[in-house]
């Protein structure tokens, strides 16, 4: 199926262009329209995609500012996984520059791949465990995740293709019990100029998992290439570059245009606990999930943290998110733990970026209090959420304070 879709920001116009009746446009008219796609020849293009394509429909809408879209070409996402909807091929019939635009993972029956819009793959390290698209994790273990790109040009290299992922540090048991993770492949000149797969990573134990990078793990190989080393900053961040080691981002066409990144992360079970109470006022020891309080009254929040695991956690550091219905008493934060049994006053960090409460050795644990005014119309809910950083692990909770008022 061919479809355009120009898709821009804010309130810029949208613009879709189908094919018949049924929203289809054989190949042969995809590749005479492209050929005109010159800004000269906008109205051309628009008169022969009607002439043979007939019903033309031309659907202009305005979309509401909330709509957040990414500028593609060739439809939006799909249900499967993967994305953009974009025209295929199939092994035999790759394009030529000439009649078409270049493409990334556009061939359904590649015979070393299979369908490569479903490039983005994982499995557990180690032993004879196969690729999929989902995987069920387990503290302690390892998981190799495998990113297949390719050039679909029949006759054209393509340059300054980069391949990035994003991944969820914590995969948290509280939440939804599948997550995902997302490779992208881009490329400037290619149409569209991005794709993207995604994996599901299951958490059904009865703790959060994090999962971290393995060292040196990394790697790209591609079909005429040796394997070389990825930088993690760039595959976590704007992108590595790939393709052929003389000339990184370049993919060749043909049957040498092909490639893939490899890289291995591990499963941690973050070996702590972490939870947030709250009680009205300043004084006695009253601490709940949920509380009710008076409009522009006190409550009182404490934040525990205990490492049960097996390792010295450093650098645990605590963080309180405020909406504007909470506002922190200055110097009202104070620690509590082995060193600082009576407790020790804090710098106001807690409420501005974190604030780090040391070591913690595995058996320890700490307390930290402060105190903010909580602000509503009767009847209200704030939310009031905290987190938690070490280096195995991150984790939150929240306690919620109602406003008091009638009828409630």
């Given at each position: 199926m061919f479809r355009f879709k120009a898709v821009a920001r804010g309130n810029s116009k949208q613009i879709n262009i189908f094919g018949d009746n049924r929203g289809e446009i054989d190949a042969t008219t995809i590749n005479l329209l492209y050929g005109y796609v010159q800004p000269k020849n906008i109205a051309i293009m628009a008169l022969v995609a009607a002439i043979i394509a007939g019903g033309i429909i031309w659907g202009i809408t305005r979309p509401s500012d909330s709509v957040d879209s990414l500028a593609v070409a060739y439809g939006s996402a799909s249900t499967d996984g993967w994305g953009p909807d974009r025209i295929t091929y199939?092994?035999?019939e790759r394009p030529e520059y000439s009649k078409a635009p270049q493409t990334l993972n556009s061939v359904t029956d590649n015979p070393m791949h299979g369908d490569e819009r479903n490039f983005f793959q994982i499995r557990e390290a180690g032993g004879n465990h196969h690729w999929g698209d989902s995987v069920e994790l387990q503290p302690g273990r390892e998981y190799e995740l495998s990113i297949f790109y390719a050039n679909n040009t029949a006759d054209k290299a393509i340059d300054f293709v980069r391949t990035r992922v994003q991944h969820p540090r914590t995969i948290k048991h509280k939440d939804a019990?599948?997550?995902k993770a997302t490779a992208?492949?881009?490329?400037?000149q290619t149409v569209p100029a991005e794709v993207w797969?995604?994996?599901?990573l299951v958490n059904n134990t009865n703790g959060d998992i994090t999962l971290l990078y393995k060292e040196g793990s990394a790697r790209v190989t591609g079909n005429r290439d040796r394997t070389r080393p990825v930088e993690p900053s760039e595959l976590f961040g704007a992108g590595t570059l790939v393709g052929v080691a003389e000339q990184p981002?370049?993919?060749?066409p043909g049957g040498d245009g092909f490639g893939t990144v490899v890289f291995t992360l591990k499963s941690v079970a973050p070996g702590f606990t972490f939870e947030s109470a709250v009680q009205p006022g300043t004084t006695g020891n009253d601490f709940r999930t949920i509380i009710e309080a008076p409009h522009g009254s006190q409550v009182r929040v404490r934040l525990t943290y205990f490492n049960h695991g097996t390792t010295v956690q450093r650098k645990v550091t605590l963080k309180a998110l405020f909406?504007?219905?909470?506002?922190?008493?200055p110097h009202s934060a104070v620690l509590i733990n082995a060193n600082h049994r009576s407790g020790v006053q804090l710098k106001d960090g807690i409420a501005n970026g974190g604030v780090q409460i040391g070591d913690y050795s595995p058996k320890t644990n700490a307390a930290l209090y402060f105190t903010a005014f909580v602000y509503g119309p009767p009847c209200s809910q704030i939310s009031l959420k905290s987190t938690i950083a070490t280096p195995n692990g991150d984790s939150y909770d929240t306690v919620l304070v109602r406003i008091s008022g009638q009828n409630c």
């Open positions: 199939s092994n035999g019990k599948v997550h992208f492949v881009t490329a400037a797969d995604t994996v599901d981002g370049t993919i060749p909406t504007e219905s909470v506002q922190f008493v």
